[in-house]
């Protein structure tokens, strides 16, 4: 497998790993009285799941088989309050921030192009979580 | 080996989060080295034991150095602009990225106005996505890319965009 492909997979791991995530914290939301934090889930949740598919597109494109979701992801505990809810996927857009970051650095051309893309949107959309401005994101 | 951000249940949390400065000097060094190299090669013996070697030009020089100049040029206006305190430690971070050092004091500069701030701010994610792209190394792709968005989640474009 090539290094582009390589981190592809990689880009697709986090991918189904924020699916699951972010919807288990929506989830979790949905109980909580905080309805802008669920609508920023929602619209996250949207996203991560577009870019999955495109992501496994891609890698079928370079020729490989895309990774499969694993059975469960470990989440973040607590999450009893809308705070600790925010926190967690906070986190999980700076993780996948981080992995874009990545992406970028080991592909060109179309996949590059698509990585710069969702790393400068999963920048911008941190601060639907409280995210504040950052110098290098997806660096630190 | 790395993985998902996330940690499937039942194995150790992975996570590619790598320290800012291990990861500034690997993306940098390793975009950054060569151009310093080939480019200020002041030691004759280099140039007498392996003259082809030497004379390999870096592809990314430019780009290396209109980066710099670009951040250079908003440093030294925002530095005299009233309220740009932020933009101007962010700028000064992403230029230490790319191993630059900050425009000298000295130097005189008229202030940006409001709007003249976020046009210069928005070309300048423009610009370094473009080099982003372009480039040929990825370690530097991924600072220049890094800085792009750095850029845009600052409150002067944020706000505007909303």
Known sequence: ?140 | MSGPPISPAGSPAISHAVPRRLVLRAGALAALGSAVLTGCDLDPRSADSSPTADATPDPDQHVVEAARAELRGLLLRLAVTSGAGALVACHRTQLAALQGDPPPTTQRARPFTPAQTVARERRAAQRFERWALTCQNGDLARVLASVSAGIRTQPVLRERSS
Do not use: I, K
């Open chain 1, 1 to 140: 497998m090539s290094g582009a492909t390589d981190a592809l997979q990689r880009t697709l791991a986090g991918e189904h790993a924020a699916v699951f995530v972010l919807g288990a914290l929506g989830g979790r939301a949905s109980a909580l009285p905080a309805p802008a934090l669920r609508a920023a889930l929602d619209r996250a949740y949207a996203v991560h799941l577009r870019r999955r598919d495109e992501l496994r597109a891609r890698v079928a494109t370079a020729g490989a088989q895309p990774l499969a979701a694993a059975p469960a992801y470990r989440l973040p505990r607590p999450l009893d309050t809308a705070a600790q809810v925010e926190a967690a996927a906070l986190h999980v857009e700076r993780a996948c921030a981080t992995t874009y970051a990545a992406l970028v650095a080991a592909t060109s051309g179309h996949d590059r192009a698509w990585a710069v893309d969702a790393l400068v949107a999963t920048a911008v959309g941190e601060t639907a979580f409280g995210g504040g401005p950052e110098s290098l994101p997806g660096l630190a």
